[in-house]
């Protein structure tokens, strides 16, 4: 009989939990000699890997992540959902 009570008060508590995540805003640059020749080598990008992950994910050593700034999310990024805007960027044009 407990351990129906302590699954149904489990279920119940998990019900109404909320998912959140992560989001980072990072400037990476490549160590390409071309790209840094042509100027084309640095861009803004969001994400929800943390900077470690992102670094050995897109490139190791032939690229320079420099984190800019990081906030929660609500919800979660299953389904291809996007990452949401930066809470300060509400109303402003995205970059």
Known sequence: ??????????????????????????????????????????????????PQMFKSYHGGSFVSVDLLRTWICPGYTGKQKPVCDHPYDQGEKKL
Not at 15 to 26: G, H, I, K, P, T
């Open 1 to 50: 009989m407990n351990k129906v009570i302590f699954t149904i008060l489990t279920f119940m508590a998990s019900y109404n939990s909320f998912a959140e995540y992560r989001a980072y805003q990072y400037l990476v640059k490549t160590n390409d000699s071309y790209a840094v020749a042509t100027k084309a080598n640095a861009q803004y990008l969001v994400s929800t890997l943390n």
